[in-house]
Nanobody, 125 residues
Framework: QVQLVESGGGLVQAGGSVRLSCAAS????????KGWFRQAPGKEREFVAA????????YYTDSVKGRFTISRDNAKNLVYLQMNYLKPEDTAVYYC??????????????????WGQGTQVTVSS
């Protein structure tokens, strides 16, 4: 069964940095677009960032532009989310997701077919 597994979450102070990783269980996922979403308590799951299969294109929600960077290493079957200048409002469970094609709906949860179990990021003030 195809799996996405996130790691790297934890507790960090405001202004600090964390790097999340997402490992895919199958090599075929290197051809998929990948996304990161997050869900804070009591809120809807929201889009954070997406990257196409080659890593040549990326897209971010406005609130993280200039602070977060999505990247991938297809040789290792990994996707990363480098999060800098973290704020308390970044506190959430962060999810990795995968879909077959890059397109205009990269920020839509429904366009992603595969999801990880999530990793908690808590930013203290």
């Amino acid at each position: 069964q195809v799996q996405l597994v996130e790691s790297g979450g934890g507790l960090v102070q405001a202004g600090g940095s964390v790097r999340l990783s997402c490992a895919a269980s199958e090599r075929t996922f290197s051809n998929y677009a990948k996304g990161w979403f997050r869900q804070a308590p009591g809120k809807e799951r929201e889009f954070v960032a997406a990257i196409n299969w080659s890593g040549g294109r990326s897209y971010y929600t406005d609130s993280v532009k200039g602070r977060f960077t999505i990247s991938r290493d297809n040789a290792k079957n990994l996707v990363y989310l480098q999060m800098n200048y973290l704020k308390p409002e970044d506190t959430a469970v962060y999810y990795c997701a995968a879909k077959m094609a890059w397109g205009p709906n990269n920020d839509y949860k429904s366009s992603y077919s595969y999801w990880g179990q999530g990793t908690q990021v808590t930013v203290s003030s």
